[in-house]
């Protein structure tokens, strides 16, 4: 199985920050691979940072109050662009909006694209106002980067590094600069260079959280685990009541197999958020990783009632799958299917539970549908091999073996499925 680890308010103040935030959001969304596997996807909807109270609403509020806050702020806006039609910044930040909302409106199967080409138009817009405005090559770039549409992302993170490069070159000490080309490197996939322009932030302003929470970020898509949960610990030593930084490094805890020290934080999450439903899928995790399934059960349920997303059922059917409750592990990862479409662990899961149940034939269906969206997972090849020796197709049985042992599936446990094969004890 897989491990359960795999991760606008009464004004518009907040929304220069809330872009380059986003910045952080699609950043870290390409770090975690081109396959928005919901594992990747609902980390990064976690790791949306500020210190800022109203954007800390946007990221944790229920879904009405925050789609209230964007209706809010593009009304806003747009009276400011109606009074001002050449006002540079309302064009950025109601582009910020739509794309705030874009990135909101769903799962990438499912996204409306009208509010994603209202984004580019405003960014378009205020490109065609200001040519040297970075916040909106930047936002463009977010924007074409969360539609997969790489080549038109890059042009515009290029020419935001060339004016960047420019504005640190002109002023050093520029902190708003080496986080925003931060932030762009790792859109581009360049975290060492993220972190080196984070440091710089960090000399020059010690004592600003969002920093720390981008390196964090930077380290996390590294791999340095242990360094990122310094960072998300100082976030925390700068903002204590900020409950996604606890719910961000008991997800790094929990990675680590730190699961006491995650439970800690994941616990102090909730007692800041009781609304915050990740850090409930996170401390379900947890307890998907020590044994204690009815728990993690009960979390799963939390996570869901507050708002249904597919992470929760996909670790929900993983208990259940675990407790040997086979239908209804299988009821959960149909729910996960159903609002995610493209979630291949969650057909290679279905599949192991369908097989567990003796449904060998359409638990091949669901092999057979994991390896149409990411033929690179070993287990659905794996799964599918067992099902096919159980239907007696030992050829196509032994093809799949291989290929699991060839995209590095445990080696024991393939070798001891083809010994079943050949025919040896």
Same mark, same amino acid.
Not at 23 to 44: N, S
């Given at each position: 199985m897989l491990a359960p680890w795999r991760v606008c308010a009464d004004s518009v103040v907040w929304l220069r920050t809330a872009l380059s935030c986003l910045v952080l959001a699609v950043a870290v969304f390409v770090a975690c691979g081109d396959d928005p596997a919901p594992g990747a996807t609902f980390l990064i909807s976690q790791a949306t940072p500020t210190s800022i109270d109203d954007y800390r609403r946007l990221a944790e509020e !229920?879904? %009405? *109050? +925050?789609?209230?806050?964007?209706e809010e702020a593009v009304e806003a806006l747009s009276a400011e662009i109606a009074r001002d039609s050449g006002n540079v910044d309302a064009y950025v930040n109601r582009g910020a909006v739509y794309a705030a909302m874009y990135r909101y409106s769903g799962l990438t199967s499912n996204r409306d694209e009208g509010i994603a080409e209202k984004a580019l138009d405003d960014f378009s817009s205020a490109v065609d106002l200001e040519p040297n405005n970075v916040e909106a090559f930047i936002g463009r770039g977010n924007t074409h980067n969360s539609r997969q549409e790489r080549e038109e992302a890059n042009e515009d993170y290029q020419t935001a590094l060339e004016l960047l490069n420019e504005s640190i070159y002109l002023n050093p000490n520029d902190v708003e600069a080496y986080m925003l080309r931060a932030n762009v490197h790792l859109s581009t996939r360049e975290p060492d260079k993220a972190i080196q322009d984070l440091?710089? %932030?960090v000399r020059l302003d010690p004592g600003n959280s969002l920093i720390y929470y981008t390196r964090g970020a930077a380290y996390s898509a590294k791999g340095e685990g242990e360094k990122a949960i310094d960072d998300f610990g100082m976030v925390i030593l700068l903002d204590p009541n900020f409950a996604h930084a606890y719910n961000i490094r008991g997800l790094m805890y929990g990675r680590a197999g730190a699961h006491e020290k995650a439970l800690e934080d994941f616990n102090e999450a909730i007692s800041l958020n009781p609304n915050l439903r990740w850090a409930y899928s996170n401390r379900g995790n947890v307890y998907? #990783?020590? =044994?204690? /399934? !009815?728990? %993690? @059960?009960?979390? /799963? #349920?939390k996570a869901i009632k507050i708002r249904t997303y597919p992470a929760a059922y996909y *670790? +929900? =059917?993983q208990a259940y799958f675990l407790k040997g409750e086979y239908d209804r592990a299988i009821q959960n990862y149909s729910a996960a299917i159903n609002s995610y479409p493209e979630f291949a662990g969650a057909f290679i899961e279905r599949g192991d539970a369908l097989r567990s149940k003796g449904e060998y034939a359409s638990a091949v269906q669901d /092999?057979?549908?994991? @390896? =149409?969206?990411n033929g690179n997972d070993p287990r659905a090849y794996y799964g599918r091999g067992l099902a096919h020796s159980s239907l007696g197709d030992t050829s196509k049985a032994r093809s799949d073996l291989n290929k699991a042992l060839e995209l590095g599936y445990d080696q024991d446990k393939v070798e001891a499925e083809l010994k079943k094969l050949n025919g040896s004890p």
């Amino acid at each position: 199985m897989l491990a359960p680890w795999r991760v606008c308010a009464d004004s518009v103040v907040w929304l220069r920050t809330a872009l380059s935030c986003l910045v952080l959001a699609v950043a870290v969304f390409v770090a975690c691979g081109d396959d928005p596997a919901p594992g990747a996807t609902f980390l990064i909807s976690q790791a949306t940072p500020t210190s800022i109270d109203d954007y800390r609403r946007l990221a944790e509020e !229920d879904p %009405a *109050g +925050r789609d209230s806050m964007f209706e809010e702020a593009v009304e806003a806006l747009s009276a400011e662009i109606a009074r001002d039609s050449g006002n540079v910044d309302a064009y950025v930040n109601r582009g910020a909006v739509y794309a705030a909302m874009y990135r909101y409106s769903g799962l990438t199967s499912n996204r409306d694209e009208g509010i994603a080409e209202k984004a580019l138009d405003d960014f378009s817009s205020a490109v065609d106002l200001e040519p040297n405005n970075v916040e909106a090559f930047i936002g463009r770039g977010n924007t074409h980067n969360s539609r997969q549409e790489r080549e038109e992302a890059n042009e515009d993170y290029q020419t935001a590094l060339e004016l960047l490069n420019e504005s640190i070159y002109l002023n050093p000490n520029d902190v708003e600069a080496y986080m925003l080309r931060a932030n762009v490197h790792l859109s581009t996939r360049e975290p060492d260079k993220a972190i080196q322009d984070l440091d710089a %932030a960090v000399r020059l302003d010690p004592g600003n959280s969002l920093i720390y929470y981008t390196r964090g970020a930077a380290y996390s898509a590294k791999g340095e685990g242990e360094k990122a949960i310094d960072d998300f610990g100082m976030v925390i030593l700068l903002d204590p009541n900020f409950a996604h930084a606890y719910n961000i490094r008991g997800l790094m805890y929990g990675r680590a197999g730190a699961h006491e020290k995650a439970l800690e934080d994941f616990n102090e999450a909730i007692s800041l958020n009781p609304n915050l439903r990740w850090a409930y899928s996170n401390r379900g995790n947890v307890y998907v #990783g020590m =044994g204690e /399934y !009815d728990k %993690a @059960i009960q979390d /799963y #349920g939390k996570a869901i009632k507050i708002r249904t997303y597919p992470a929760a059922y996909y *670790g +929900r =059917g993983q208990a259940y799958f675990l407790k040997g409750e086979y239908d209804r592990a299988i009821q959960n990862y149909s729910a996960a299917i159903n609002s995610y479409p493209e979630f291949a662990g969650a057909f290679i899961e279905r599949g192991d539970a369908l097989r567990s149940k003796g449904e060998y034939a359409s638990a091949v269906q669901d /092999y057979d549908a994991a @390896i =149409g969206l990411n033929g690179n997972d070993p287990r659905a090849y794996y799964g599918r091999g067992l099902a096919h020796s159980s239907l007696g197709d030992t050829s196509k049985a032994r093809s799949d073996l291989n290929k699991a042992l060839e995209l590095g599936y445990d080696q024991d446990k393939v070798e001891a499925e083809l010994k079943k094969l050949n025919g040896s004890p």
